[in-house]
């Protein structure tokens, strides 16, 4: 299993620009989510799925927009792109009927906005 | 959502047991505390979760009073590889409807082993 991946490792923005953060999995794990961590800080829950067809917000959910269409797939969408989002974006699983905290992460992805 | 309380950073040397304590007095009932750790440009990783007393896995033990108002990582005989940030979380197990399913990791506690 290639566990979570994401996509790109690296992204350069300019203000306004939409762009979307990929995110796959393959081991079939209904819980998806994606948080952003800022430098020095802990990581904050942008919004999260509990399955296909079902997504929720997280702690700051403005500017991003989610959907879940298959279970493997958890994109990530930045409408119209702010410095204030550059950040380090990280997308994580949990299998279904596991307690939630026990979540993968993959590897995460870089973005900077200019 | 419980909000959880972490030393900002610790040094110990190599072959020392290390303690890190989170306070988190607005515990809920059906609260489990939960411990990540994360290396630099990698995402956290799972190391231990718990409810009450002790639990002990093979990497770190948790240790979490009667009143569960706090807890304590213990990583026994610490090495340069544990060099990392540990993130203490509280939160539901299971997710339980809309808005229930959020965790929220501090700042973390900047552990350095020292050779």
């Known amino acids: 299993n290639a566990g979570v991946t994401q996509t790109p490792k690296f992204q350069v923005l300019k203000t306004g620009q939409s762009m979307t953060l990929q995110c796959a999995q393959d081991?079939?794990?209904?819980?998806m989510s994606w948080y952003r961590q800022d430098p020095g800080m802990g990581l904050r829950l942008i919004h999260y799925s509990v399955g296909a067809g079902i997504t929720d917000q997280g702690e700051v959910p403005n500017g991003y927009n989610v959907s879940r269409s298959t279970t493997e797939d958890f994109p990530l969408r930045l409408l119209s792109a702010a410095p204030s989002q550059t950040s380090v974006y990280f997308c994580a699983s949990s299998p279904s009927g596991d307690r939630v905290e026990t979540q993968y992460f993959g590897p995460g992805t870089r973005l900077l906005v200019l | 959502l419980a909000k959880t309380t972490q030393p900002i950073s610790m040094d110990s040397y190599e072959g020392q047991e290390v303690n890190i304590t989170c306070s988190h007095n607005?515990?809920?009932?059906?609260?489990?505390i939960t411990w990540y750790q994360q290396f630099p440009s990698q995402g956290p990783r799972f190391i231990i979760q718990g409810y009450k007393t002790k639990v002990t896995n093979e990497v770190a033990s948790l240790f979490i009073p009667a009143d569960r108002k706090s807890s304590t990582l213990s990583l026994p005989r610490v090495s340069l590889s544990d060099t990392a940030v540990y993130y203490c979380?509280?939160?539901?197990?299971?997710?339980?409807?809309?808005?229930?399913?959020?965790?929220?990791f501090g700042k973390g506690t900047k552990l350095s082993v020292i050779p």
């Open positions: 607005n515990i809920a009932t059906n609260d489990y």
């Open positions: 081991m079939n794990h209904e819980y």
């Open positions: 979380l509280v939160g539901p197990p299971y997710y339980s409807g809309a808005g229930s399913y959020q965790l929220t």
